[in-house]
């Protein structure tokens, strides 16, 4: 069996996606999709998406971690997806698409870069200069006057793995904030290690420093090591509503893969 898959990557987060409309990829086998996301014995990715039908909705996301379990929302693989179904010609310049979380909506714009709409969050839990909050997937967020220097993948392991969230596990997010500029670091739960981007924890940063800073609406701008993105927003009670998150959608290479026997 053959699989014929897309790399893409959204600010240095990469994934797999493969067109799956058809129902014909083994959605079930963990231990196959670790392989395809593995770096050195697979094609490597931080996640796989696989592109699906859904009745009144231009397409269905199904996210899967690196390490094979299917897993909550993903935003840089929102956009992703969102780019990768322009590609195969199932959308225009917009979509209105189905996730884990709920329904989705994606604006495409002429530079390449993706707008997506996230959902909208109800809360957040604050301490001190800590932040918690879900946007799609569970978010930890420390601010830090300068994150030079900083062992993301040895403080957000102690984080992920403390007691509070051993269980269930969290992402885990550490920023440096100047004004409506912000530096955004993560460690992944799922992926275990850090990512060079991760969507839902850039827009958990900004909703974070819009508490934080007082804001009640605006557009911060993100820089994370795998690039550049933003978030707009407006307040609304103690949550958050009309959360974009913007950034590029970078298609990468397109392959085929030899799948598992039957």
Same mark, same amino acid.
């Given at each position: 069996?053959?699989?014929?898959?897309?790399?893409?990557? /959204?600010?240095?987060?990469?994934?797999?996606?493969?067109?799956?409309?058809?129902?014909?990829?083994?959605?079930?086998?963990?231990?196959?999709?670790?392989?395809?996301?593995?770096?050195?014995?697979?094609?490597?990715? !931080?996640?796989?998406?696989?592109?699906?039908? =859904?009745?009144?909705?231009?397409?269905?996301?199904?996210?899967?971690?690196?390490?094979?379990?299917?897993?909550?929302?993903?935003?840089? &693989?929102?956009?992703?997806?969102?780019?990768?179904?322009?590609?195969? /010609?199932?959308?225009?310049?917009?979509?209105?698409?189905?996730?884990?979380? /709920?329904?989705?909506?994606?604006?495409?714009?002429?530079?390449?870069?993706?707008?997506?709409?996230?959902?909208?969050?109800?809360?957040?839990?604050?301490? &001190?200069?800590?932040?918690? #909050? !879900?946007?799609?997937?569970?978010?930890?967020?420390?601010?830090?006057?300068?994150?030079?220097?900083?062992? +993301?993948?040895?403080?957000?392991?102690?984080?992920?793995?403390? !007691?509070?969230?051993?269980?269930?596990? %969290?992402?885990?997010?550490? +920023?440096?904030?100047?004004?409506?500029? #912000? %530096? +955004? =670091?993560?460690?992944?739960?799922?992926?275990?290690?850090? %990512?060079?981007?991760?969507? @839902?924890?850039?827009?958990?940063?900004?909703?974070?420093?819009?508490?934080?800073?007082? +804001?009640?609406?605006?557009? =911060?701008?993100?820089?994370?090591? /795998?690039?550049?993105?933003?978030?707009?927003?407006?307040?609304?009670?103690?949550?958050? @509503?009309?959360?974009?998150?913007? &950034?590029?959608? %970078?298609?990468?290479?397109?392959?085929?893969?030899?799948?598992?026997?039957?």
């Amino acid at each position: 069996m053959e699989h014929t898959f897309y790399k893409y990557h /959204g600010a240095g987060n990469d994934f797999i996606l493969i067109d799956n409309r058809g129902s014909g990829f083994p959605a079930d086998n963990i231990s196959y999709i670790e392989w395809l996301c593995d770096r050195r014995f697979g094609i490597g990715a !931080d996640g796989l998406m696989l592109l699906q039908e =859904y009745p009144g909705f231009d397409f269905e996301m199904r996210y899967f971690n690196s390490d094979g379990r299917e897993a909550s929302m993903c935003g840089n &693989g929102g956009r992703c997806i969102a780019a990768f179904a322009s590609r195969l /010609g199932i959308i225009g310049s917009q979509a209105r698409f189905l996730a884990v979380d /709920g329904p989705h909506e994606a604006i495409l714009e002429p530079d390449g870069d993706v707008n997506l709409k996230m959902s909208d969050v109800s809360g957040v839990d604050v301490s &001190g200069h800590e932040y918690y #909050l !879900d946007t799609g997937s569970p978010h930890f967020v420390r601010f830090l006057d300068s994150l030079e220097g900083l062992d +993301v993948y040895q403080e957000g392991k102690a984080v992920r793995y403390s !007691d509070r969230f051993r269980e269930k596990g %969290t992402n885990v997010n550490f +920023v440096q904030q100047e004004g409506m500029k #912000l %530096t +955004v =670091y993560t460690y992944e739960r799922g992926v275990e290690a850090e %990512t060079l981007a991760c969507g @839902t924890g850039i827009t958990a940063s900004a909703l974070s420093a819009a508490l934080r800073s007082g +804001v009640s609406e605006g557009n =911060y701008e993100v820089k994370a090591k /795998g690039g550049n993105l933003s978030v707009s927003f407006e307040k609304s009670g103690a949550g958050f @509503t009309n959360v974009w998150l913007k &950034g590029p959608a %970078t298609f990468v290479f397109r392959g085929t893969i030899e799948g598992p026997s039957a």
